[in-house]
Structures are given as structure tokens and as C-alpha cells.
């Protein structure tokens, strides 16, 4: 089995080599002897003797195929420092591998590195956030309801003051979740609700799954990184309370199969989805309207310049639906973006 998967991914890692080369590097670049390597505490390798480019099993069986695909046009940097730009005898990462990294569009850095800056104003905004978010796992329902909506008015006045500077913003991407061949109706709707409320723009990408060797659809968030952080905290904590609530609702809904959990799952975020709407229209009564952000609208055409949209597919609304519905009304982000459930996921969601 994994040697059927060694030679699946060698054709894919070809594809992708000859896509980096033509778009990033004009062809300049000849095919070298690529290989799966096995026991590689590296993520990647070129040796310029014998021309081998080697991406490591590991790499490629533990994380996300983009990352994979990071590895890969970081050692065609290293391909074309040293048989196009002549840098044999430089330092491995020196001038000319960085200049060839700005052409494969990569960071010169093996990692990357998070920031450790401290005290930005994002920092300190994301710490009153978290705060917040964890009064509103408070037992009492007025404090809950009061911290909850404190911590959205201060999510929204803090994108509304960047607004005013975009200049101090930057953006950035970040795929959360599962990938998927077929996409279920509540995951759209999970987007959806994301990148109306939480200040991130959303699109579905394809994604080489390696393990099983087919491509499926990612959801990938773009954003401020301070949003990216809590979309990405939302994304994980829907999911699980959709799991949750379906668990519990199933003994008196009875199971039904997949219809009829579909059909309580879109309930449950159509009823988040209205609460979420009546909050910012209260917002905006008091003078805080949220229109949009054009440079991120930009960013997102300059990263996706083609795109199209999907058909969310109907849900009948019956009994299950009308379920879903009151569940998602009373339903609250109640954990804070850093804590995590067993299994590493953000509410057990692994």
C-alpha cells in the first residue's frame, strides 16, 4: 500500500514541479531526480551532486499538502540558486537563494517562525478578547449574554479603527479543518457565517489529500492575522457544538439518519446565523457599522483571481430543522481561542 502511495505522490510532486517551474521560473529549470525519503529528520533536500530533490515521507504523510508544497518550491530555490543564478560555492541560504525564493514565492526561512511580538495593539485586543470569551461560559445567562456581546462590540470597533489605517494591517491565509470530496451543507454554512461576521473572507480550495490520494476542498481563511485567529477559533468550536447538539437531540429526534441530522444542523446555524444578525444591527443603532474592508476584497482577487460560487443545496424544514433552529438561537462561542478539548482540537474536535 505505501509504495503505491510513494509512486502516486512522485507523479503529484512531478506535476507540481513542472507547474512551479513554468509559472514561477520560465522553464528555466531541468527536471531533476526526484525521491520519497524515508527516516528524513529534513522536510526537503537538493544535492547538487546527482541533481536529487527529496521530500520527506514524513512531511508529506503528517501535513497538509500546501505545506508539502512549500518544501518543494523551497528546494527549486535552492535548484535554481545553483544551476541558473551559478551560486555552487554560496552559503545555502545566501543572496541568490533569497532572490530565487521571492521568485518561487516563498519565505528563505526552513520554518516559519510565529511572531513574538507582545505588545501590539492586536496582542492586547485578543487577550481582552479571550477574557471575555471565557466570562461567557459563565452558568448565569444575563453574564454570559453581557460578556458576549462585549466581546463582539470590541472585536468590531477594533476592525472599524483599523479601517481608518490600513496601512498597519497585513494579511494573511489560514486553511482550517477537514478536507472533504463532498462538501456537506453545514460546513457551508459554517463559512458562510464566518465570513459575514468575523471580519475573514472564506473560499473553498482544492487540496491534495495524500493519505488517500484524491483531491478534496479545503476551507481557507484570509484576513488580518488577529481574525484569522478567532475565525479560525469560531470555525473549530461550531463544529464541535454542531456535534454536540446533534448528539443530544438525536435521543429525542430520533437518529433518522443523515436527512434529518442535516436538516437539525441547519437549524442550528441559521438560528446562530439570525442571533449574530440581530447583534449587529443593534451595533449599528449605535453608530458602529461595519462596511466592509476593500483592501482585503483586493488581497483576496490578487490570491483567488478565479473564482466561482456553490450551490448550498436545500434543506427541508421540518421537525429536525425547527430543533436546530431554537438550539442555534441559544447557542454561544463560549471557550477562549487558546483552549483546547482532549485530543488536541479546540473542543475535543481533532
Not at 124 to 134: C, D, E, N, S, W
Not at 215 to 239: C, P, Q, S
Request: aromatic share 8%; glycine share 10%.
Amino acid at each position: 500500500m505505501l509504495e503505491q502511495l510513494h509512486r502516486a505522490w512522485l507523479q503529484k510532486l512531478r506535476t507540481e514541479w513542472q507547474t512551479v517551474n513554468k509559472e514561477r521560473f520560465s522553464s528555466l529549470l531541468k527536471p531533476p531526480v526526484l525521491c520519497i525519503d524515508r527516516g528524513e529528520v529534513r522536510f526537503g533536500r537538493w544535492e547538487q551532486l546527482g541533481r536529487v530533490l527529496g521530500i520527506s515521507e514524513q512531511h508529506i504523510w503528517n501535513q497538509p499538502w500546501d505545506e508539502v508544497l512549500d518544501t518543494l518550491k523551497h528546494e527549486m530555490a535552492h535548484q535554481y540558486a545553483s544551476e541558473v543564478l551559478g551560486a555552487v560555492e554560496e552559503v545555502p541560504h545566501g543572496p541568490a537563494f533569497v532572490q530565487a525564493c521571492r521568485l518561487a514565492g516563498v519565505s528563505p526561512r526552513a520554518t516559519h517562525a510565529a511572531s513574538t511580538q507582545e505588545n501590539s495593539e492586536a496582542d492586547r485586543m485578543l487577550a481582552k478578547v479571550r477574557k471575555l470569551l471565557a466570562l461567557a461560559s459563565s452558568p448565569n445567562a444575563h453574564e454570559a449574554e453581557v460578556a458576549m456581546a462585549a466581546a463582539n462590540t470590541l472585536l468590531l470597533k477594533y476592525n472599524l479603527e483599523l479601517g481608518n489605517a490600513p496601512e498597519t494591517r497585513g494579511y494573511g491565509f489560514r486553511r482550517v479543518g477537514r478536507g472533504a470530496a463532498a462538501l456537506p451543507v453545514e460546513w457551508k454554512l459554517i463559512a458562510s457565517i464566518l465570513s459575514s461576521y468575523f471580519f475573514v473572507e472564506c473560499i473553498w480550495v482544492s487540496a491534495y489529500n495524500a493519505r488517500r490520494n484524491r483531491m478534496e476542498r479545503v476551507l481557507e481563511l484570509i484576513g488580518a492575522e488577529t481574525n484569522l485567529e478567532l475565525a479560525a477559533y469560531a470555525h473549530d468550536f461550531l463544529h464541535g457544538a454542531c456535534d454536540a447538539l446533534w448528539h443530544t437531540a438525536s435521543r429525542e429526534l430520533g437518529d433518522g439518519g443523515r436527512q434529518r441530522r442535516r436538516e437539525f444542523l441547519a437549524g442550528v446555524l441559521m438560528g446562530f446565523s439570525q442571533k449574530l444578525k440581530q447583534e449587529r444591527t443593534a451595533h449599528a443603532a449605535r453608530g458602529l457599522v461595519w462596511l466592509g474592508d476593500p483592501d482585503l476584497k483586493r488581497y483576496y482577487r490578487e490570491r483567488h483571481p478565479r473564482t466561482r460560487s456553490l450551490n448550498g443545496g436545500g434543506v427541508r424544514h421540518g421537525k429536525a430543522h425547527e430543533a436546530g433552529l431554537e438550539a442555534g438561537k441559544s447557542l454561544r462561542i463560549h471557550r477562549g481561542v487558546h483552549e483546547q478539548g482532549r485530543g488536541g482540537g479546540l473542543l475535543g474536535r481533532s
